[in-house]
């Protein structure tokens, strides 16, 4: 798990953050061509905005991501919590526990191994841009064995013109 500050301006740019963000992953993780599989801007507001519930769930619930439709999370939070809002923290199975401030970047492997939870926020509302990424996929065996049979031809026909322009 990973916590970085991200150079903050003062206008909320999603794509410039995103793309911040998953060059950010890439070199936490060193791993290189994430794909964007998500990304959700959420604006959680404490009573009575923040009582409300989404799709018969509510944010602050145990509940189980679909950890297989993607390998990293990461979170941008736009304002300072403690200050600007009151809870909203992110709990780790582990114990851990993040308090969102503003300008930081949240990241972490998106497995088991990283069960999560968002506290209820109470005074305040708390922003955060949430983006997910899954590691390119390995080609199919078949595409692999074309692309080898494919090499090896034009290395054949290379070596063949290269006998020609000799032989001339």
Same mark, same amino acid.
């Given at each position: ?11 909320? $740019? ?122 390119? $996929? ?31």
């Amino acid at each position: 798990r990973t916590t970085r500050h991200i150079s903050w301006t003062e206008s909320m $740019s999603i794509t410039v953050d995103s793309v911040l963000a998953e060059g950010a992953v890439e070199e936490a993780f060193n791993t290189s061509k994430l794909e964007r599989v998500g990304a959700l801007l959420t604006r959680i507001s404490a009573e009575p905005d923040g009582a409300r519930e989404t799709g018969g769930a509510r944010y602050w619930a145990e509940r189980e991501d679909a950890y297989s439709d993607y390998d990293y999370y990461a979170a941008i939070y736009y304002e300072e919590g403690g200050d600007q809002f009151d809870g909203g923290e992110v709990s780790f199975a582990d114990g851990d526990v993040v308090v969102p401030r503003r300008g930081m970047l949240l990241m972490f492997s998106a497995g088991d191994e990283n069960d999560h939870r968002v506290s209820r926020v109470t005074r305040g509302a708390r922003t955060a841009l949430m983006l997910w990424f899954k590691c390119p $996929s390995p080609p199919p065996p078949e595409h692999e064995r074309r692309a080898r049979e494919l090499a090896a031809r034009r290395q054949q026909r290379a070596a063949e013109e290269a006998d020609i322009r000799e032989e001339l």
